[in-house]
């Protein structure tokens, strides 16, 4: 009888709520009526409501690690409040986290359970409880298991004590090219079999020892040579007879000095840092000099960037160790200031992911920075060594799909970090 008064006072105040156009209030006086059964709710699951668990969508990334859990329950009775908690222990919920509590006036809800603060393959384990207008309580009697695996797996996919790698681009057939700073010279390797596909282009005659490299939607390779002050470009085809150069030492009025990154835009303009003057430049390959434009950064020791999906550019900045992000169409509006030496240690090479994460390589501390645009979150990846995920001075990165490409320069050699996607629930991958 307890129960069933309870449940009656409770129907009251809702319908008192309406009558008077306070139902956006009616959910705090439930609170303040403390229902029966509520306070035993965590880790208390009854029998009289039983609710049944069905997963909406599972994700899981260097960012977003995330479970989406609705809940249907068997009583026709509307769910006055629930709770979700989670523990490291299957059995004792005595020290559960309690992850949200919430109240509803539906038979069914929804919830999202975030585990990105869960340490990488421990089992956590997540119960529902849920009490009714009328105070019969239920919750799961076996809770949920979920297993967050690691967030990315490391390979090597090229390494040689002959070479030095120093910054790498992909053509639109998976070919890589990388620039060698050991020697002045390029190469190119398919990521499948890199010994037995290796190619050369060039020799002192065309390139210096710093080359950034990036390819065009027509599989022409642009070249910013930090030696020779200028940008390069030939076709993987007929090298000898593609080779153009703009700029340079012996033209006049030469605009470049220490070149040191460089991207091509979804319009094939060209953009290409300058570390020594602290300046981006921009132009169309085909009217160089009409259409040379430049954006000043001062204070500023330039290295590699990206450009997002929308336009913004993304720059890292060595000296400051920060990086920053303007748009070309409002420089001024749009120039921003991401990060401090507290997030990044030299940053190097910028790389952006196609859900907009942004990837830097810190070349003084070993690591790779994630940081995510929408919510202004930080993540580093990796320590310093020569285990596999693990750096030495990495200076430049590329996407290629989900995958992350990490020049590791001071271990001579190439990674591959693969991100894994998918959350272990009960035993089953998703």
């Known amino acids: 009888m307890a129960q069933q008064s309870n449940g009656w006072k409770i129907l009251g105040v809702i319908a008192l709520c309406l009558s008077l156009g306070m139902a956006s209030g009616c959910g705090k006086i439930l609170e303040q009526l403390n229902l029966a059964g509520t306070a035993g709710l965590k880790g208390d699951p009854g029998d009289l409501l039983v609710p049944t668990a069905s997963l909406n969508s599972v994700s899981l990334d260097v960012f977003n690690q995330t479970v989406s859990l609705n809940v249907s329950f068997s009583s026709p009775n509307a769910v006055a ?25 539906t038979p069914s809800i929804t919830t999202d359970i975030s585990v990105r603060s869960w340490k990488a393959d421990t089992p956590f384990y997540v119960r529902i409880a849920a009490v009714d207008f009328k105070g019969n309580r239920g919750g799961f009697s076996n809770p949920l298991k979920i297993v967050a695996p690691n967030s990315y797996t490391a390979t090597e996919v090229f390494a040689s004590s002959n070479v030095s790698f120093y910054w790498m681009t992909q053509d639109a057939n998976g070919l890589i090219y990388a620039g060698d700073r050991s020697n002045p010279r390029i190469l190119r390797f398919d990521p499948a079999n890199p010994d037995q596909s290796l190619t050369v282009f060039g020799t002192d005659a065309e390139f210096g020892t710093y080359l950034s490299l990036s390819v065009d939607s027509k599989g022409l390779i642009y070249v910013a040579d930090w030696d020779k002050q200028q940008v390069a470009r030939f076709d993987p085809l007929d090298f000898s007879g593609s080779f ?3 700029g340079g030492d012996d033209a006049p009025n030469n605009p470049f000095s220490e070149l ?7 319009n094939g303009l060209v953009y290409v840092s300058d570390y020594d003057l602290g300046k981006i430049f921009r132009f169309d390959p085909n ?23 929308t336009g913004n550019i993304y720059v890292a900045n060595w000296d400051d160790s920060n990086v920053m992000r303007f748009n070309p169409d409002d420089f001024t509006g749009t120039l921003t200031t991401i990060g401090t030496s507290d997030h990044f240690s030299t940053p190097s090479g910028v790389a952006i992911s196609s859900d907009g994460i942004v990837y830097v390589a810190n070349n003084d501390s070993d690591t790779i920075t994630a940081y995510n645009p929408v919510d202004g ?4 990846l990796g320590s310093s060594g020569s285990d596999l995920g693990q750096f030495s001075s990495p200076t430049n990165l590329f996407m290629s799909g989900s995958d992350l490409y990490v020049v590791d320069g001071g271990n001579d050699r190439i990674q591959k970090l693969t991100f894994n996607k998918g959350l272990i629930v009960q035993g089953v991958s998703l």
């Open 260 to 266: 040191n990154g460089l991207a091509i835009d979804k």
């Open 244 to 246: 153009t150069v703009f």
């Open 377 to 380: 979150s930080f993540e580093d």
């Open 287 to 309: 009217d160089f000099d009409n259409t040379l434009t430049e954006w000043g950064l001062p204070n500023s020791g330039l290295e590699g960037f990206a450009i997002d999906a």
């Open 81 to 105: 409040k629930y709770q979700v908690y989670m523990s490291q222990d299957p059995i004792d919920f005595s020290s559960a986290t309690v992850w949200t509590t919430s109240s509803t006036v």
